[in-house]
């Protein structure tokens, strides 16, 4: 089978109504990207399967939905304005702009491809200067010219977004856009704690947009200025953060499978000592095979006390916890899964595309995405228009139920093509026999076989096989 390109996923994704190129009729604005009606459903269903995982389903852990802009002394605490920087550098042949840290990374990346072995430590871990060094002696050559050596120092470039708020704007109405969700999860550690009256260990998780200036966003929506993530804070001991570290780095992964990831195309990824930030004790990225290779997909961190140390020195406020049973008082280390909506949605649509080869030279593509997850559950597909009132009175019930669609245009079989495209996983066809055995076909997506089932049982076998 001939293998998935970006091109062909950009494409299937606008033709089907998944994911539509920003602003489109203005002439676009550089990688941006608008989620359409099948789009927004399969993000809202990742989004519900994360929340009933890791909120739902813990007896620890909550929601929070905090607010994309703060007060700028949280970013100066977190170290955000000082550091949340990439290192930038410019051609001079051809004035493009490049992140020497991803250079580095894709010239190691195609030189292994070619079966070379490249001795040097991960570009996370150099210095400007080792960046600078590398890239100079390994004459690696501008992306966008293919000159070499004409590269300018590295320059540190703050990746966050800058605003004002009220009419005047100077540094004192400045703010930024959230560069990530947790900030305000630290913040609102107390806040939580008073009104859930809640124990250590728990855990608070939150969904929402991220912003960041990227210098080098791109591969459709793995990199984009306006994201959204999903994150969770799990503050505990001391002593037990690297029991939670490994509990966790376990449950992410078996989440991605549970939401359909290949398990061909995941791995865990440890980073080394040098890469890891001062204050992490341990992070592991669980990397995807997207169609341009292994990369991230989520990261499972310790972040020790950092954060916590940090806005309690700079808001004056207490952010200890005393234990109710041992009266012990200290600043809970913390455990951080922190996992992109628009990237999962990727490595989900990685995975489920399938194009599959049929009988007499026929062929379909199939998304073959986890039931749950579906953006559409079941279609309702009258044999003729003459059976359109008792099929639209099938789709108004199930609809109340499913997120159901109908449709009545076009041949029986080009209609199961435009939902296996779409990865619907039931098709219900009311046919002439219908009126009289109050009956329907229903055509499972993978297999294509077809059974009949009674109209008053329909919900509950939907239902059923829907788990
Ligand atoms: N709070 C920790 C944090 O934000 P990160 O590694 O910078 O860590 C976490 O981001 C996750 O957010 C990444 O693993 C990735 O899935 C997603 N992410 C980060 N930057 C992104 C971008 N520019 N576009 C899309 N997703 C992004």
């Given amino acids: ?19 539509y190129p920003g602003s489109e009729i203005y002439g676009g604005l550089s990688n941006s990207w608008d989620y359409g009606p099948l789009g927004v459903e399969l993000k809202n269903n990742i989004k519900a399967a994360w929340w009933r995982r890791f909120v739902q389903q813990e007896p620890n852990n909550v929601g929070l939905d905090s607010a994309i802009i703060a007060n700028p002394k949280i970013w100066e605490a977190s170290g955000h304005l000082s550091s ?13 702009r490049h992140r020497a840290d991803k250079l580095i990374e894709e010239w190691v990346a195609a030189q292994e491809k070619q079966g070379k072995k490249i001795d040097a430590k991960s570009s996370e871990a150099m210095t400007d200067a080792e960046m600078e060094e590398f890239i100079k002696q390994n004459k690696i050559a501008c992306p966008v010219c293919g000159k070499t050596e004409q590269f300018t ?4 470039f703050n990746l966050m977004f800058k605003t004002f708020i009220g009419v005047t704007e100077d540094a004192k109405s400045t703010v930024y856009l959230r560069p990530e969700t947790c900030a305000c999860i630290f913040t609102n550690f107390k806040n939580v704690l008073r009104s859930t009256r809640a124990k250590l260990p728990m855990g608070i998780c939150q969904i929402g947009k991220s912003f960041r200036n990227e210098i080098t966003p791109g591969n459709f ?28 780095r376990k449950e992410c992964m078996e989440f991605c499978k549970s939401i359909g990831l290949d398990p061909q195309k995941l791995r865990f990824r440890d980073h080394e000592k040098e890469e ?33 140390t940090k806005h309690q020195q700079f808001s004056g406020e207490d952010l200890t916890y005393t234990d109710p049973f041992t009266n012990e008082k200290y600043i809970p280390y913390v455990i951080e899964p922190s996992v992109g909506v628009d990237r999962l949605l990727l490595a989900v649509l990685c995975s489920a595309y399938t194009v599959e080869e049929l009988p007499d030279n026929d062929s379909r593509i199939v998304l073959k995405l986890n039931k749950n997850l579906a953006p559409i559950k079941v279609a309702v597909l009258p044999l003729s228009k003459k059976l359109e009132e008792k099929a639209l009175q099938v789709y108004k019930t199930l609809s109340k139920t499913f997120r159901t669609q109908y ?30 055995d109050n009956s329907v076909t229903v055509r499972d997506r993978d ?5 009949r089932v009674k109209l008053d049982e329909l919900e509950d076998w939907l239902t059923k096989n829907l788990k």
């Avoid at 200025?225 to 953060?241: A, G, L, T």
Wanted: glycine content about 4%.
């Fill in 407 to 436: 449709d009545v245009t076009g041949s029986i079989g080009k209609r199961y093509r435009r939902q296996d495209e779409i990865g619907t996983p039931y098709c219900v066809t009311v046919d002439f026999d219908t009126e009289t």
């Fill in 84 to 96: 949340f920087t990439d290192p930038l550098m410019d051609c001079r042949a051809c004035k493009s």
């Fill in 276 to 308: 890891l930030s001062f204050y992490s004790k341990a992070t592991t990225d669980i990397e995807f095979n997207y169609p341009f290779g292994f990369s991230e997909l989520w990261g499972i961190a310790n972040r020790t006390n950092y954060d916590l």
């Fill in 1 to 19: 089978m001939k293998e998935l390109t970006m091109q062909d996923l950009v494409a299937f994704c606008k033709t089907t109504g998944l994911i």
């Fill in 221 to 248: 929506i793995f990199r984009t200025r306006e994201f959204e993530q999903m994150e969770m804070e799990f503050f505990c001991h001391p002593n037990d953060s690297e029991k939670f570290f490994t509990h966790y």
């Fill in 447 to 451: 297999s294509m076989q077809q059974v």
């Fill in 153 to 156: 120092p590295i320059r540190k």
